[in-house]
């Protein structure tokens, strides 16, 4: 019987390369102190309690100063809503909660530039100060048509009467309309500054969150300190 050396399971028989294998290199661990770390925190936490409070302030007198504004140049006016019985006359009960006031709120001076819009659509069957342009050129040429061609003084004056019609509409609507503008450009500012109210008493309240997470913040890192020492 002839025995065959078999090698083990073990030995590698590969022929050898000569290259060593390659070992990864390990990255550098940055190790960051908890006090360290908790003073950054709370830094951070400082930086962004003063800037919402910062904010808070102006923002109130944001506010503060568009409500003093609009009351002051509305008051200033002295414009004031009909009686409730004119307003149900003319078919505006919508604004009888505000009949007799004066106006001087944001809200009221909305009120009244739509009571100015009902009265603007009647003035030239719902046309405006700028379509009334056209046709009021256009009347006026037609009078300087009429003398120019010899008309009778009766179709002249027509023709003028007619003319000046339009140009009073026209001046009307211009009034009625810079008012109500002027009403609205009111009651934008108070919403600016009924919105800035909000955003200042929401930056007040982050702002005071902010202010407790900080002394919170401090307390511990002093707790930590007497532990360690």
Known sequence: MTLVDTPGPDVDRSEPTGRQPVVPTPE???ALD???LDAV???AGAVVTVALLVAGTLLAWGADFASDYVEDEL???NIAFPPAAALEEQGRTDLLGHAG???DTGAEAEAYASFIDGHLRDIADGATYAELGAPEREAGAAVQAAIAEG???ATIADLRAEAESISARRDT???GETLRGLLLSAFAWSTVGRIAG?????AFLAGGVMLVLVLLGLRHGREVARQRS
């Open 28 to 30: 550098p661990v940055v």
């Open 198 to 202: 909000y955003a200042a008493i929401g």
């Open 41 to 43: 925190l709370v830094a």
């Open 34 to 36: 908890r006090r360290t």
């Open 173 to 175: 609507l211009f009034k």
């Open 75 to 77: 008051s200033s006016q």
């Open 101 to 103: 006031q004066t106006v």
């Open 151 to 153: 008309a009778d003084e």
